[in-house]
Nanobody
């Protein structure tokens, strides 16, 4: 089992910035993929950004150029820097992890371990 726990989030005005962090612990088997997903009310959960064990990243088109995912491998800490936030970024953001992950994907169903979620609200 892998435990993941998010922190950060909050409320910000359009154009502002927020940073989310996530700590992973437990039985971690490299390479591990970690990522951020979000779910807005009435919508399906969607992938935002994922990073693989080799540092390879992938982003949703809607956040490219605005969000940056990074990872501290020694501490199994995942970060998401979100800049130029827009009202449509409002959602509950989840951190997720997958052990023995060789191919990065933005598909939520490919991840087994999830955090509780943290709310991000962007006002216009």
């Amino acid at each position: 089992q892998v435990q993941v726990a998010e922190s950060g989030g909050g409320s910000v005005q359009s154009g502002g910035s927020l940073r989310l962090s996530c700590a992973a612990s437990g039985h971690i088997y490299s390479p591990i993929c970690m990522g951020w997903f979000r779910q807005a009310p009435g919508k399906e959960r969607e992938g935002v950004a994922v990073i693989g064990g080799d540092g390879t990243t992938t982003y949703a088109d809607s956040v490219k150029g605005r969000f940056t995912i990074s990872q501290d491998n020694l501490k199994n800490t995942l970060l998401l820097q979100m800049n130029n936030l827009k009202p449509e970024d409002t959602a509950t953001y989840y951190c997720a992890a997958e052990n023995a992950c060789w191919v990065i994907t933005l598909t939520p169903g490919d991840f087994h371990y999830w955090g509780q979620g943290t709310q991000v609200t962007v006002s216009s």
